[in-house]
């Protein structure tokens, strides 16, 4: 008797941990801007999970201040931190495919998102970046703060324009 109770007990908790996490990542209403696949235990469709700019906006969000190649004096850029969006999709996994509108594409080791402060940034100086504008999403390193992730590796990994990140 007491061993069904706690087989009971045990599923219940299992049962509304359940709930507990679907309820954590809700279909996007919105125009989809990422769809995160693979190694995921999350997901709001049947390619994965996708987010929206106002999924996005409410996770914890990370801001880099500086210079960097590709942009003139000192810019601001805003976005939900890449350990976040890892674990809203419950991320396992150690490489991902990080891949743009324009079909270019970089493998990023998972570990970057959690050991440095990267963002998938939303804004620049504030404003959402069309696509011209290398948006909607890039994917930019804490370089203000870490000065020696100024290498070639990390400019390779600083995608533009994402649309998809593939978890192997
Ligand atoms: N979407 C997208 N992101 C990209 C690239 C690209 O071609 N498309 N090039 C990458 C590479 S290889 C580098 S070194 C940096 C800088 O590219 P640039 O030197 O052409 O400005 O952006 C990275 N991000
Ligand atoms: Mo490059």
Redesign the pocket.
């Known amino acids: 008797m007491l061993q069904r109770r706690t087989l009971l007990g045990i599923c219940s908790v299992l049962w509304t941990a359940g709930i507990a996490r679907a309820a954590t990542l809700a279909p996007p209403t919105g125009k989809v801007l990422l769809t995160v696949r693979g190694k995921v235990s999350q997901t709001n469709s049947e390619d994965g999970a996708r987010f929206d700019l106002a999924m996005l906006d409410a996770l914890p969000q990370g801001r880099f201040e500086g210079e960097t ?2 942009t003139k004096g000192k810019t601001v850029f805003t976005g939900p931190l890449g350990s976040a969006v890892l674990e809203a999709v419950g991320a396992s996994g150690s490489v991902m495919r990080v891949a ?1 509108l ?1 079909d ?1 594409s ?1 493998d990023v080791p998972v570990a970057d998102f959690r050991q440095h402060a990267v963002i998938l940034a939303t804004r620049h100086d504030g404003a959402l970046m069309s696509v011209r504008e290398q948006g909607p999403l890039w994917v930019i390193y804490p370089m203000d703060r870490e000065p020696e992730l100024r290498i ?1 590796s990390t ?2 990994r ?4 994402v649309s998809s990140i593939d978890i192997r």
């Not at 600083?158 to 324009?161: F, I, K, N, P, R």
Request: hydrophobic fraction near 40%; glycine fraction near 0%; avoid cysteine.
């Open positions: 190649p590709w743009a324009n270019y970089a070639e400019y390779t600083s995608v533009w324009q």
